[in-house]
């Protein structure tokens, strides 16, 4: 093997380019998310206010040990469907 061969045997593999497909759905979830929390938000302030920041605190709080068990998972970001819905046949 010459030098130049033996380098690119070591060498990282080329990154494929990235999708912008996650972070474009990313932003639609997180933006109807947001939408539907002011939504029932106002809703719940017609009925009393103060049931406002205790059902804020008490969602957050039933959520945080969940997403932080998450943070070390791995992500499927792009999901092949034809060889997934043939696998799943």
């Known amino acids: ?14 990154r494929p380019p990235v999708q912008w497909t996650g972070v474009v759905v990313a932003i639609a979830v997180a933006a109807w998310v947001a939408v539907l929390v ?5 809703a719940l302030a ?4 103060w049931l406002v920041p205790i059902t804020n ?12 068990s998450w943070r070390g998972r791995l992500v499927l970001r792009f999901l092949n469907c034809p060889r997934f819905c043939a696998a799943s046949l």
């Open 1 to 14: 093997m010459t030098a130049s061969r033996e380098a690119l045997a070591w060498s990282e593999p080329a």
């Open 57 to 68: 605190v008490v969602a957050v709080g039933g959520l945080a040990p969940t997403v932080w």
């Open 38 to 42: 002011v939504v029932f938000n106002m």
């Open 46 to 49: 017609e009925v009393k206010f």
